[in-house]
């Protein structure tokens, strides 16, 4: 089946620090990707709608210059956090469609700020 | 707006017995794709199973079948001789095709215990 890997599997930072995520789509081409959340023994909450050579478009309360998305090209989405506090430590998966009939996902990121 | 609805916190099964956890969705759409995800510790989503709505025959993958009626809305996955490995979090999910790159809806998904 089709890959998504994402990258760092688990990042430790200092509260105040950035944090960059990347989602890659290694054996197909993602126009879309999509970053959801997941807070412990919950399900996965959509983020945000990242989009190739477009702005991402972002769930309501979700806000836009905490999480900056850039979808530079056709296999690579990238999820900066910016100025990190203890509060958006959480686990962080990205996923993209095949075909628009099967979504991959990453191998999630465990976001932990200190 | 599709809604899926898993109604099992949690579930537990004893080793080779078989089990089903439930889920209901909403949804105007006539063509549409469900699935079932399994999350386990490692927190990889796994696809389980895949449904196509305008395909009436359920869809089966060696242990895990679905009983999927769409004038219910029902989509419901069926586990048999359980595994110890089946222990897991199990998400129900939606995607509504194929107008351009949709994200997939999520229950909020059924802890299953498998038991030796």
């Known amino acids: 089946g089709a890959v998504v890997s994402q990258h760092p599997s688990r990042v430790i930072c200092k509260s105040g620090t950035s944090v960059k995520i990347e989602c890659r789509s290694l054996?197909?081409?993602?126009?879309?990707m999509f970053w959801y959340r997941q807070f412990p023994k919950q399900s996965l909450m959509l983020m945000a709608t990242?989009?190739?050579?477009?702005?991402?478009?972002?769930e309501q309360g979700v806000e836009k210059d905490k999480f900056l998305i850039n979808h530079a090209s056709l296999t690579l989405s990238t999820l900066t956090v910016t100025s990190a506090h203890p509060e958006d430590s959480s686990f962080y998966i990205c996923?993209?469609?095949?075909?628009?009939?099967?979504?991959?996902f990453g191998q999630g990121t465990r976001l932990t700020v200190v | 707006a599709q809604t899926v609805t898993q109604s099992q916190p949690e579930m537990s099964v004893q080793e080779a017995e078989t089990v089903t956890l439930s889920c209901t969705y909403d949804?105007?759409?006539?063509?549409?794709?469900l699935f079932w995800y399994k999350q386990p510790p490692s927190r990889q989503m796994i696809l389980v199973i895949r449904?196509?709505?305008?395909?009436?025959q359920n869809a089966t993958e060696n242990r895990f079948s679905v009983n999927f009626q769409k004038a219910a809305k029902s989509f419901s996955l069926k586990i048999s001789d359980s595994q110890l490995g089946d222990t897991a979090m199990y998400f129900c999910?939606?995607?509504?095709?194929?107008?351009?790159?949709?994200?997939?809806?999520f229950g909020k998904g059924t802890r299953l215990s498998v038991i030796a």
């Open positions: 999910a939606f995607m509504k095709p194929p107008s351009g790159n949709t994200p997939l809806v």
């Open positions: 054996d197909f081409q993602a126009t879309t």
């Open positions: 449904q196509e709505a305008y395909k009436q």
């Open positions: 990242s989009n190739e050579g477009s702005k991402a478009t972002y």
């Open positions: 949804t105007s759409e006539n063509n549409y794709y």
């Open positions: 996923s993209a469609n095949l075909l628009n009939t099967e979504a991959f």
